[in-house]
């Protein structure tokens, strides 16, 4: 069994964002991507001697409960213990298909969090402050406002195009 690591799970639900912001912020996962996740979470979080425990049933409702609880704690060197960034808000299950409703968070701050990398590193690379990288990621924040220089600069720190943060 693999050691108890959360960041393959995580890595997984991630990326299937992309998707779910195509379709209001939900993604319909069938029967066959259910497998998938079904597989990576017995294998991180069920010890094999605890498996037979657990009913299909049973073991679908403990993945849907970590589904729902993931988060990551966004750090920074401000001294805080940092931000807590909630991935999903709701997952449900019909009998056949998984419904995954995920938060709804800023281009760039989600770009930041798929590339693994902290405000700092990305502050670093732009040559600008973390203020600057905090105030594009907040919700309110109307990137066509902003001088064409940043976005330039933001877009190449996260490693995309500018129009991928103006979403």
Not at 76 to 99: A, C, F, W
Request: proline share 3%.
């Amino acid at each position: 069994m693999s050691g108890f690591d959360k960041d393959a799970f995580w890595s997984k639900i991630l990326s299937m964002y992309d998707a779910a912001k195509e379709n209001n912020y939900v993604i319909k996962v069938d029967e066959e991507q259910i497998r998938e996740l079904k597989s990576i979470f017995i294998d991180l979080y069920i010890p094999m001697e605890n498996l037979s425990h657990y009913d299909d049933e049973g073991l679908l409702k403990k993945m849907m409960i970590t589904i729902s609880s993931m988060y990551k704690v966004d750090k920074d060197t401000m001294g805080n213990s940092g931000e807590i960034v909630q991935l999903v808000n709701t997952v449900n299950y019909d009998g056949r298909n998984m419904y995954i409703w995920f938060a709804k968070i800023s281009p760039v701050k989600m770009r930041r969090i798929q590339l693994g990398k902290t405000r700092e590193q990305i502050a670093e690379r732009m040559g600008y402050g973390v203020s600057a990288v905090k105030n594009c990621e907040a919700p309110f924040c109307d990137l066509t406002r902003q001088p064409e220089t940043l976005i330039r600069k933001l877009a190449k720190a996260l490693e995309c195009d500018p129009s991928t943060l103006m979403g």
